[in-house]
Structures are given as structure tokens and as C-alpha cells.
């Protein structure tokens, strides 16, 4: 479990980008999907699930156009896209000048106004997640982002991404095959330079840089290029850091050409600083040692001081966070990995009767995260929890379909009972009870900008109080009901209209005059501010002097105390993370704390409070450049030069692949694939064709695809040839071929991300010839036997909660049942049901996998076929023949080196039950008509080995123990799990 949610991190830490890899990847997935007629309404599955990507708004778009970008906007986002345009433009002057490259062509932005509305982009197709805050894709090279309130994460962001922007357009010079030959560089190598070359270092990344060296767990850098998780965003950006400081940040691009050039990162490496990657790693994991941890101090670990909430090896966790404390100190709200998800949990804090820890069995689930359109993603980047004064609920923040909700708990039921969502609000965060509990105080989002909202407690009289660029977020209610404190980028180092944008700060909004006053100024970032019951202090997170901790400010006398000394660090996932809350009534304290590669809640009774003198901070660590330097250097362009146009959808060439031979028995044969799609991914055009001699007898499909609003359509023509042979006598051979040319229309209306409603209609006409070769005479005769046309309607509801592992779901459901019916030359009728669960347990990356599907087919008496890995392993592909059918698999999936990192986890392993009753017309029991027996049930049972290459190349050896006689002991296949 532990390392599973650090392999999703890999998604959640930062940035997400459409990476090296995916030039491979979405060239054959693409056509694949997109071949699905059911596929252009899902996402996460090819072969009829998958979660929905929901249009909840139609934009109107409109281009902003700059020298360097086609900036894409809707209305409600303006004067945030107009500052996007601006800082684009600066970021480029800087990566342009340090990289020494220039973009070949206008680089397609495309901007939201909220993580809500960039859910819904179709410029990336699959499912982006509460942490993936920006993508670079490869087909046309854009570049998608939301801007969520905060302008400073929103640089780093942008920054990141146009690195890969930058990688991308070197990559391609030559042309994505030649790319693909030469140069395959790990993740560390494109990530940790995107991060390093957008913010330097931070104190987050020395975090987890201070923690690996403690644990000695810091990889050499030649390892670095099996690891898959987060680390290759933090390792990658220490090593790329360690790199440029001791060699100039101007070789980190000099270095990147020199890989792409030669395909050799050991030979570029050696180029620019003279070592090779083994002594480079040798160099850099020294410096680490003395780089990283304080030297002239000793600092405690959090486990030394305070008591963890539970045992980690045991639970099999590594993310608790989000800490929320109720006003007595006896119950805890946080969000935590368990079972291979994210929930919102609540636990009694009881110890155990050896007064060490706490009791397991005091922990509820409230919410499970994407378990319902309710909560399709518990809020945990910036959002904090927080309970009503009198202790009896908590509040929380969670997407609900097309924007943020603020649920209300009843702590004692552990049930939510109230849902606050206000129109025109796309996000919203961190949700506080005034001191009397009437009303609530939130970080709420508009057109891509955060500002300070107040409503009763109902949801009636939404009022705003700021209206600014400024980020406000983790706001709190004081005591005596007349201020507010927040966590804002005010501050001597943000100039607004410059677009700098300083570190975070402590303040305070009085309610009465509106009025914002800066309490902290001392450097480092400062954030999640919490009253004491008086109100006379506020404890928060500050890493002035290099880590992460907690502090306390007098409020009237302005003096600061340290609360925490931790050698890790007080930390949520990002520097804006929420990580302390307080028991007002008794002073008890639980906090985040980063620790063995994981973040663990924990409980702090007794502490002192350490005065820190007039004469400034302590550092324990080195003083890290200002990472808004490198844009002072650059002027800032004028957006009233820019361009401001509408936004015309137009086709153009994402993929064209294809390849041909010359055969004298049936002349230029070839297959091709064009893919076409506009800018914003709304419209598709799939073309392929597989030529055999004459075109009027290929395989040749064209698929029209809409997903411009929440109905998604497609239109298709088609013609495709099934050939079969066989042989009539000693001396002659033929086939029949059947050529099927049709039209179809299909689509998809999803209903929420789990639940849709498929209909296609397709009208066929099959062309069916046989054709004869004698050996003796060279002769060839064809005669056509038929010709048939028929329609065929099909309707599916399909729902899927499931959860993904690496190669296949590890929790929830799946479940989809269809009915198609043929009317024509060819009459009948087919219902299927397939039902899946996925349990869990607690073995570590352990579960039960369980699939019922059932079938009847009426009519021109279609047979289903069964048998093979896929469907029953007793006995041999579709030897098993009825009109009903009905089989069950059950298998208990592990991997085979459980406690050894998620990344071992390419084999894993099975143990199965099949069982399988055919019926009806046409059985394997050789009767005219057979009714259902039970004792006619065949079952089977045995082992499987997975070895995942990746993808859908998943290599799947079965060994059934019990199989009918006659029937293969051993199975080997290509493809994904159920």
C-alpha cells in the first residue's frame, strides 16, 4: 500500500506531462481507442469500461496571440489569461536564454479557470486527477493548465511545463521515429530538469532529499532509472540542481541536446562536466549528505517527540494528512491511503491499553474519494478541514460534478449531513465556522482568481470580502469574531504589477474596515494559521529557517516562538499543504510530518515554546536563491499589444502512420492511420485502411468523432474483409470471404464520471464469395453465394468505481449490461450482463478480483463461444458452445516480491476459480435444445504468472490444475486482467 500511493505521486506530487514515453504510447492507443465506437465517452479502459469525462459547460473560447503562444480563454477567466499571456512570454525569454533554443512554431496554450473546468478538457483524454496540476502533450504540442487561485503555484506550474515544451520540440526535430530510435531518456533526467530549471530547489524537495540521506535510502543516479514514483520529480530535480550549481545552470540544456544528439545520457554527462553518471552520483550523493542535513545542530525526528496516531508498517499507509483536531483533543478528522484510495476518516484518539499509541478499532470512513459523484476527489492540495466550535461537526471540501462542495459532518454519526455549493464559485477550500457557528468563512475561486467568501451556515447570503489577485487562502475565524487569519503572497517580495509573486505570509482581514495586515515578514513561507482559544496567538508552518515547522506569533507584541525543531519537517504534500490543527479547549496539538518517505498524523500534548530572539533566524540550512530572480531579468511584455481573436475549430494531422509491400498474388497491399483533431481535442477524424490489392475488397474505416458537449457522438463509415479457408477436395483449396460495408452512428451520455448510457446503430451489408484454387490446373473460380443487409441497435449502461493498480483494478466495481437486436437479412436478439468487484486486503498490494457475466442470444441462433485465459482456463479457446451461457472467475491476486518497492511489482501472480454452464440451441452436449442443469457447471482452478512490459503488453502464463481431459494444461496470452 505504501509504495502504491507514492507510484501514484508520480501523478500527484506536481506536474503530469504527456512525457517521452507517450510518443510511443499514444500513437497505438490512440488508434486503438478511438477504433472503439465505445470509447470516445471513457477514459482508463479499452474494452468497454471506464470512468467518463463529463462536459458539465460549454466554453466559448477566444486566442490570445503573442509572439511566441496562442494563448486559448474563455470569457470568465480574462484578466487571468491575459496575465498567463504575459508570464508565458516572460518564462520563455528566460528558458529560451538558459536552454539556448528557439520554438520552431506558436506553442498552443490552453487555459482553465479552475481544476473543475480542466477536468473537462479533451486535449488529453484520460483522467486528470486532484494532483495533476498541468500537461504537455506531444501530438500538437500544447501545453493545458488550470490557474487555481494562487499566481505564484500558477508560475511554477507554467514554467515546469514549458520546459517539456522545450524537450519536446528538441526531441522532434528529426521526426518522432527518429526520436524514438535515438533517444529514450528515464523520467528523473525530463522531470527533474523541468522542475529545477521552474523553481531552482525548495524546501519540499530538501525535505524529501534530507529524509533519504537518513534513511540511506538515496538511490544512485543509474538506479534513478527504474524508479517510476515522485521521486523522479525530487531526486530527479537535486541531481539536475547539483548539476547547474557547481557547473552552470547553462549546461543543464547543453546537456540535454548532447543526449538528444547521441541518445546517450552517460556521453552527455561526461561532455559537460567531465564525469561520467557512475562518479557524477558518486559526487552528488556526498554533497547530498552535507548539503541536506543541518550540520552544526541535532534535531529530533517527529516519532521522537510525538505520538503517531497509528503504526505505518502495520496499516500499510504512508499518506495521513490534513490533520483536523476537535475542540476537547478526543476525536481526529484526516484524510489517509487506505485500500488502495484516499478516505475521509475519523478516529477516537483512545490509546491502547499499554498506553502506547492509538486504537485501530476507533477509526470510521466517512466519504471514500471517488466513490460517488458526491465525492469524485477529496480536496487535499491547499483545502484544510476544520469542526464547529461546539465539536459536533467538521466540514470538508470535495469536487461534486461541475464545481466544489463544502460538506458538512455530524461527528458522532460520522454521516455527512449538509452540502453548501454557491453558483458562479468553480473552486473552493479550507471551509471555517465562525466563533458563534452561524456563519462560514472560504477560500472560494472565480475565473481563476482566489478571494475570501462569507455565507451563513445554511449556504444563504454568499457575500465576498476580497477582490484581488492576491492567493488567500486557509482562512480562520478569531476568537471574538472580528478578524480573519489567512495564509496570502502579500508580501515586500510580490509586486503585482510586475507578476512577482513572493512567498506565502500571515495576515489578518478585519471583518470591519476590510483591511489586511501582514503579520510575518521574516522570510520562508508561512502558512496555515490557527487561533489559540484566546485568541491572543496563532500557531502556524514556517520553513524560515530551512525546514518546514511549527511557530507561534504574539499577536500584539509580534514575537515568535518555535514550537517544533523537527529534522524532516511539519509538511503536507506541497508547500501550501495545510499540515497543523489545535484542540482549542485543552492546547493538544496533530500535525503532518514527513518521515520515511511517507507522510504519517501525529499527536503533541507537551511542548515549550522557544523564543526566537530580536537578532533573526537561525539557519540550519544554506539560504535557497529566490526563484522569482531569474524573472526580474526580463521585462514584461505589454497585453495591450496582444492579440485577442475568436477561436475556429479546423482538423489537423496529429498521427500518420503506415507502411506498404508489393505481393505479385494480390499487388500493393499496406496498411495506414491518419488521425485528425482540432486544437481543443473537441473534434476527431480517425482514418484507417489495410490495402490488399483492390480497395473496393480492404479493410478501410473513417470515424467521425464529436465530444464537444456532455453528448458525445460519432459517425462511421466502414468496410472490412474476413476471409476463412478451407479445402473442398485433395487437389483444390478456397475461402469464403465476407466483405462488410456499413454505416454506423453511435453515442454516449454520461450521466456522472461513473455512469453512462451507450447507443449505436449501424446499418450492414456483407458481400459473401467463395473463391477456389486447383493445384493441378492453376484454375480459379468465385462465385458469390449471398448477399444480406441488416441493422443492428445496441444499448449499454455501464457504471465503473473501479480503482487501477498498475495493470488492472484493485477496488470497486464495474458492472455493464447491453442488448443488441438484429433486424433484416440477419434477425436475432443478444443480452449480456457482466458484473466485476474488486476487494482489497491487507496483504501488502494484495486483492480479490471477482467477474459474473451472463448471456442469451434469440433468434438466427448466434452461439457464444467459451473457453481460454480470458474466460474459462478448463478447457480451449471457444470450445464451449450454447445460446445461454453463464461463468464465474474468482481469482486472489498478488505480487510475487510483496515487500520489496511497488516497482517489482512487473510480476505478480494468481490463484484461480472458474466455473462456466453453457445451454440451448446448439451446446456442447450435441442436443437440439438443452434446459439448464446445474450439474452440467464445468469448473477449474489453479496458478497464473503477469509480467507487465508495460501498457497493455501484460504477458499472462495460466496453469489450471483442473482442466477437462484432452484440454491444455498451459495458457499463455497478451493482454490486461478483468
Avoid at 538506479?223 to 530535480?237: K, L, N
Avoid at 559526487?283 to 496516531?309: F, G, M, N, S, T
Avoid at 449505436?760 to 493445384?775: G, K, M, Q, S, W
Wanted: a negative charge; hydrophobic letters at 40%.
Amino acid at each position: 500500500m505504501r509504495e502504491k500511493m507514492l507510484w501514484e505521486f508520480a501523478g500527484i506530487s506536481s506536474m503530469v506531462t504527456g512525457g517521452w514515453k507517450s510518443i510511443v504510447k499514444v500513437v497505438v492507443m490512440t488508434i486503438l481507442v478511438f477504433a472503439s465506437s465505445d470509447a470516445f465517452a471513457q477514459f482508463g479502459d479499452y474494452f468497454g469500461f471506464g470512468k467518463n469525462k463529463v462536459h458539465y459547460k460549454t466554453f466559448k473560447w477566444s486566442v490570445i496571440k503573442t509572439e511566441h503562444f496562442d494563448l486559448h480563454f474563455y470569457e470568465e477567466e480574462r484578466q487571468a489569461a491575459l496575465d498567463a499571456a504575459e508570464i508565458a512570454e516572460r518564462s520563455y525569454a528566460y528558458l529560451s536564454e538558459i536552454i539556448d533554443y528557439k520554438f520552431k512554431q506558436k506553442i498552443p496554450l490552453l487555459l482553465y479557470s479552475s481544476h473543475n473546468d480542466f477536468q473537462q478538457t479533451n486535449a488529453v483524454q484520460s483522467y486528470l486527477s486532484e494532483g495533476v496540476q498541468g500537461v504537455t502533450e506531444s501530438l500538437k504540442g500544447r501545453m493545458i493548465l488550470p490557474i487555481t487561485g494562487s499566481y505564484g503555484q500558477f508560475i511554477h506550474v507554467l514554467t515546469h511545463e514549458m520546459v517539456h515544451a522545450f524537450q519536446f520540440d528538441i526531441m522532434l526535430a528529426e521526426g518522432p521515429q527518429e526520436m524514438i530510435r535515438r533517444f529514450n531518456p528515464p523520467l528523473w533526467f525530463i522531470e527533474g530538469m523541468a522542475e529545477y530549471l521552474s523553481v531552482g530547489m525548495d524546501n519540499i524537495t530538501r525535505m524529501w532529499m534530507r529524509d533519504a540521506v537518513l534513511n540511506n535510502t538515496l538511490l544512485p543516479i543509474p538506479e534513478m532509472t527504474y524508479v517510476f514514483d515522485i521521486r523522479v520529480y525530487r531526486m530527479g530535480q537535486a541531481i539536475w540542481y547539483y548539476v547547474g550549481e557547481r557547473y552552470g545552470k547553462e549546461v543543464v540544456g547543453r546537456i540535454f541536446k548532447t543526449a538528444r544528439a547521441t541518445g546517450d545520457l552517460n556521453r552527455a554527462f561526461k561532455a559537460h562536466t567531465g564525469l561520467d553518471l557512475a562518479e557524477l552520483s558518486k559526487r552528488w550523493q556526498e554533497d547530498a549528505r552535507a548539503r541536506y542535513l543541518p550540520q552544526d545542530v541535532v534535531l529530533k525526528r517527529p516519532e521522537e517527540v510525538a505520538e503517531p496516531i497509528s503504526d505505518p508498517c502495520r496499516d500499510c499507509t504512508s499518506l495521513n494528512i490534513v490533520p483536523a483536531i476537535s475542540p476537547d483533543g478526543e476525536t481526529l478528522a484526516y484524510i489517509g491511503d487506505k485500500n488502495y484510495t484516499l478516505n475521509m476518516l475519523v478516529r477516537r484518539l483512545v490509546k491502547n491499553e499499554n498506553g502506547r499509541g492509538y486504537r485501530d478499532d476507533k477509526v470510521k470512513k466517512v466519504v471514500q474519494s471517488g466513490s460517488s459523484q458526491s465525492y469524485e476527489s477529496l480536496r487535499y492540495f491547499t483545502t484544510s478541514m476544520n469542526w464547529s466550535p461546539d465539536g459536533k461537526q467538521f466540514s470538508f471540501v470535495s469536487k461534486a460534478g461541475e464545481t466544489d462542495a463544502i460538506y458538512i459532518v455530524d461527528a458522532k454519526k460520522t454521516k455527512v449531513v449538509k452540502k453548501l455549493v454557491f453558483k458562479g464559485l468553480t473552486g473552493m477550500a479550507a471551509p471555517s465556522w465562525s466563533p458563534n457557528g452561524d456563519q462560514v468563512v472560504f477560500t472560494g475561486i472565480r475565473g481563476g482568481i482566489s478571494d475570501l467568501y462569507i455565507a451563513n451556515a445554511d449556504g444563504s447570503n454568499l457575500r465576498q470580502l476580497t477582490h484581488d489577485r492576491y492567493a488567500e487562502m486557509h482562512p480562520q475565524w478569531s476568537p471574538d469574531g472580528r478578524k480573519i487569519a489567512i495564509t496570502t503572497d502579500r508580501g515586500p517580495n510580490t509586486n503585482i504589477d510586475s507578476l512577482i509573486f513572493g512567498p506565502y505570509n500571515i495576515a489578518l482581514y478585519d471583518l470591519a474596515s476590510g483591511e489586511i495586515e501582514l503579520l510575518t515578514q521574516v522570510g520562508g513561507n508561512h502558512i496555515n494559521p490557527i487561533w489559540t482559544r484566546e485568541g491572543d496567538e496563532v500557531f502556524f508552518v514556517s520553513d524560515m529557517n530551512g525546514i518546514p515547522n511549527i511557530y507561534s506569533m504574539d499577536i500584539d507584541t509580534k514575537e515568535i516562538s518555535r514550537i517544533t525543531n523537527f529534522i524532516t519537517g511539519v509538511a503536507g504534500i506541497i508547500t501550501a499543504s495545510p499540515a497543523i490543527s489545535l484542540a482549542t479547549e485543552t492546547g493538544r496539538l496533530a500535525f503532518s510530518a514527513f518521515s520515511d518517505a511517507g507522510w504519517y498524523i501525529y499527536i503533541l500534548d507537551d511542548y515549550e515554546k522557544e523564543k526566537i530572539d530580536g537578532s533573526g533566524i537561525t539557519k540550519v540550512l544554506e539560504d535557497l536563491e529566490d526563484p522569482n530572480d531569474k524573472y526580474r531579468e526580463f521585462p514584461k511584455p505589454d497585453s495591450t499589444e496582444f492579440l485577442v481573436t475568436g477561436y475556429k475549430s479546423k482538423l489537423t494531422p496529429d498521427i500518420i502512420v503506415g507502411g506498404g509491400a508489393f505481393a505479385t498474388n494480390v499487388g500493393f497491399a499496406g496498411q495506414t492511420a491518419f488521425l485528425f483533431s482540432d486544437m481543443l481535442g473537441d473534434k476527431s477524424l480517425l482514418i484507417q485502411a489495410a490495402l490488399f490489392g483492390d480497395p473496393l475488397e480492404s479493410t478501410i474505416i473513417a470515424t467521425y468523432f464529436n465530444q464537444k458537449r456532455r453528448l458525445n457522438w460519432a459517425f462511421s463509415l466502414y468496410q472490412f474483409r474476413d476471409d476463412f479457408g478451407f479445402f473442398t477436395a485433395s487437389g483444390d483449396q478456397g475461402f469464403e470471404t465476407q466483405i462488410f460495408r456499413g454505416i454506423g452512428i453511435g453515442s454516449s451520455l454520461p450521466f456522472n464520471l461513473f455512469t453512462r448510457i451507450e447507443l449505436r446503430n449501424d446499418l450492414v451489408f456483407v458481400d459473401r464469395n467463395v473463391i477456389a484454387f486447383n493445384f493441378f490446373t492453376g484454375q480459379t473460380t468465385e462465385t458469390n453465394i449471398s448477399n444480406s443487409i441488416y441493422s443492428s441497435t445496441s444499448l449499454a449502461l455501464v457504471r465503473d468505481t473501479a480503482f487501477w493498480g498498475i495493470s488492472a483494478p484493485v477496488s470497486g466495481t464495474r458492472a455493464k449490461f447491453s442488448v443488441r437486436q438484429n433486424i433484416g437479412d440477419v434477425n436475432g436478439t443478444l443480452l449480456f450482463g457482466d458484473y466485476r468487484k474488486y476487494i482489497p486486503i491487507h496483504i501488502p498490494r494484495a486483492s480479490i478480483a471477482y467477474r459474473l457475466s451472463a448471456g442469451s442470444t434469440h433468434g438466427d441462433n448466434r452461439l457464444f463461444g467459451i473457453g481460454g485465459p480470458f474466460t474459462f482456463r478448463g478447457t480451449d479457446y471457444g470450445i464451449l458452445r450454447g445460446t445461454r451461457v453463464v461463468f464465474q472467475n474468482l481469482e486472489f491476486r498478488f505480487p510475487m516480491f510483496p515487500f520489496l518497492p511497488i516497482q517489482y511489482d512487473f510480476l505478480t501472480a494468481v490463484a484461480f476459480f472458474d466455473a462456466t454452464n453453457l445451454w440451448g440451441v446448439g451446446s456442447s452436449s450435441g442436443a437440439d435444445e438443452q434446459s439448464f442443469n446445474f450439474n452440467d457447471t464445468l469448473t477449474s482452478y489453479g496458478l497464473g504468472l503477469r509480467f507487465n512490459l508495460g501498457g497493455l503488453m501484460v504477458l499472462r502464463w495460466d496453469f489450471p490444475f483442473k482442466h477437462e481431459d484432452g484440454m491444455p494444461g498451459t495458457f499463455f496470452s497478451i493482454g490486461l486482467d478483468y
